[in-house]
């Protein structure tokens, strides 16, 4: 069974690629079967920890250019107790605003991976893919430094984070979501009074004669 690990920061330079780096090596070391993967769409840079500065295929090759799986796109280390590596997709418009199409396609991917461990470094930033990105996996790591800013940062994306969970458990067409998402929810305690009051609306629709 593969387990998912994602690594998340309150922003950027925070140490979160070297973390996820160290951890895929750490367990690759052990005989584990390991991949990581680069889902910093602004600022992938990864592959660079392990001398890898111009990556022949990337992220960005199989979301836009036809290739048929990540298995294409995915380097073996093997300097590194042979590591998979599938580095991240470059600096584009597209890649950094994945459509939900685009982006469920690569959510779907990756848990195919045939490996014991999915190590993924998540960019920065609070836009629905990269929430997306961390809340999918198994386990989920965030890392701060003792700087107020680091840490307010990692705070709100981690209450954003939440929230978007709680949202995902609707259909996307759903009324109770989409009165939801029209609303500046700030804390997960406000969705339960919406919840209740939809709810208890659509018992009185039903119930007129």
């Given at each position: 069974?593969?387990?998912?690990?994602?690594?998340?920061?309150?922003?950027?330079?925070?140490?979160?690629?070297?973390?996820?780096?160290?951890?895929?090596?750490?367990?690759?070391?052990?005989?584990?079967?390991?991949?990581?993967?680069?889902?910093?769409?602004?600022?992938?840079?990864?592959?660079?920890?392990?001398?890898?500065?111009?990556?022949?295929?990337?992220?960005?090759?199989?979301?836009?250019?036809?290739?048929?799986?990540?298995?294409?796109?995915?380097?073996?280390?093997?300097?590194?107790?042979?590591?998979?590596?599938?580095?991240?997709?470059?600096?584009?418009?597209?890649?950094?605003?994945?459509?939900?199409?685009?982006?469920?396609?690569?959510?779907?991917?990756?848990?195919?991976?045939?490996?014991?461990?999915?190590?993924?470094?998540?960019?920065?930033?609070?836009?629905?893919?990269?929430?997306?990105?961390?809340?999918?996996?198994?386990?989920?790591?965030?890392?701060?430094?003792?700087?107020?800013?680091?840490?307010?940062?990692?705070?709100?994306?981690?209450?954003?984070?939440?929230?978007?969970k709680a949202l995902s458990v609707f259909l996307a067409r759903n009324d109770v979501r989409k009165t939801i998402a029209k609303t500046n929810i700030q804390n997960i305690e406000e969705i339960f009074p919406l919840l209740s009051r939809r709810v208890l609306t659509r018992r009185q629709q039903h119930r007129r004669p």
């Amino acid at each position: 069974m593969t387990i998912l690990v994602s690594i998340r920061s309150g922003k950027g330079g925070e140490g979160e690629s070297v973390l996820s780096s160290n951890l895929a090596v750490l367990l690759a070391g052990k005989g584990h079967k390991v991949v990581l993967i680069d889902l910093d769409a602004g600022g992938a840079n990864a592959y660079i920890m392990f001398g890898v500065f111009r990556p022949e295929r990337t992220l960005g090759d199989f979301m836009l250019r036809g290739v048929d799986s990540l298995q294409d796109v995915t380097m073996e280390l093997k300097t590194f107790n042979k590591l998979l590596l599938i580095p991240g997709m470059g600096e584009s418009m597209y890649t950094a605003n994945l459509p939900t199409g685009a982006k469920d396609k690569l959510l779907r991917h990756i848990k195919k991976l045939d490996v014991d461990f999915v190590i993924i470094d998540v960019g920065a930033g609070t836009n629905y893919n990269t929430l997306d990105y961390y809340m999918m996996d198994d386990y989920n790591i965030c890392i701060s430094t003792p700087e107020p800013t680091s840490v307010l940062d990692l705070y709100r994306f981690v209450k954003l984070a939440v929230i978007r969970k709680a949202l995902s458990v609707f259909l996307a067409r759903n009324d109770v979501r989409k009165t939801i998402a029209k609303t500046n929810i700030q804390n997960i305690e406000e969705i339960f009074p919406l919840l209740s009051r939809r709810v208890l609306t659509r018992r009185q629709q039903h119930r007129r004669p």
